[in-house]
């Protein structure tokens, strides 16, 4: 049974329960998430909650650890989506309830290593190898920055997965970048000696200029690439009716950008 790979909800939990659901759907045996929970979106402890109850394990992202400690390095609409978040989590009447979701946040992994049933390594991180929470892989890194590539498969064995841009897709050691539509059937099989770079897309605010919420489903010799369309015009206008949010959240969120 595949294993699903979800990262980037960003507070968006409606589009979190339609991939969960999805997933039950198609039988995959376990959920991992690779970051960035919550920040941007307008249910940022419904997410938690979710990712508590479902995820076998789940990483640290940079909004993450943003709403955790601080928003550094984070443009105005950004920051400000960051410590209304964190007021969310403060709101919380029950000191019990509150105590857990901090603690969770808190001991979130930065980076984690796996074995597949067919002996491939897997590393787990949200940016890239190098610096786990905040580095950017992004597809034109393939053609500008290809020492940058070199540098970040020096650190992998033979599978990385991440998230990060909001962009799926498979980076090879080539360098290349392939988006899932020129992938055959949106899977790519495994080679024996082949390293790979599987950034797994966003559930809640995908950045590709397609709108659908974004994961994967990873089985022993192949990733498979799944879109879902989700109720967007209820997450917006959510997020409209938060003064503290941008209205902008929720504007890109129909553009899938």
Not at 9 to 37: K, Y
Not at 69 to 96: I, K, L, M, S, V
Not at 246 to 254: K, M, N, T, Y
Request: with cysteine; aromatic share 10%; glycine share 8%.
């Amino acid at each position: 049974m595949p294993t699903a790979v979800i990262s980037d909800t960003h507070g968006n939990a409606e589009a979190l329960r339609t991939v969960l659901d999805d997933i039950e759907r198609r039988g995959a045996d376990r959920i991992i998430c690779l970051g960035d929970i919550i920040g941007y979106g307008p249910e940022p402890v419904q997410c938690v909650d979710l990712i508590r109850e479902r995820c076998d394990w789940s990483l640290m992202g940079n909004h993450d650890f943003a709403v955790l400690y601080e928003p550094t390095n984070f443009n105005p609409g950004a920051e400000q989506a960051a410590y209304w978040t964190r007021a969310q989590f403060d709101a919380e009447p029950d000191e019990g309830k509150r105590r857990e979701r901090y603690d969770f946040l808190g001991t979130l992994r930065v980076r984690v290593v796996e074995e597949t049933v067919g002996g491939k390594s897997i590393l787990a991180v949200h940016g890239s190898p190098r610096r786990p929470i905040n580095e950017y892989i992004f597809p034109d890194d393939a053609i500008t920055s290809p020492d940058k590539l070199q540098s970040i498969f020096k650190k992998i064995e033979n599978l990385c997965i991440v998230g990060h841009t909001h962009v799926p897709g498979i980076f090879t050691d080539e360098p290349d970048f392939y988006p899932p539509g020129e992938l055959g059937d949106f899977t790519y099989k495994f080679t024996e000696d082949e390293k790979a770079v599987i950034n797994v897309g966003s559930v809640g605010q995908p950045r590709d200029h397609d709108r659908r919420a974004s994961y994967v489903l990873l089985h022993d010799d192949r990733v498979e690439f799944v879109r879902i369309e989700y109720d967007i015009e209820k997450v917006a206008s959510m997020i409209h009716k938060i003064p503290e949010l941008h209205d902008w959240l929720g504007d890109r969120l129909f553009e899938g950008r």
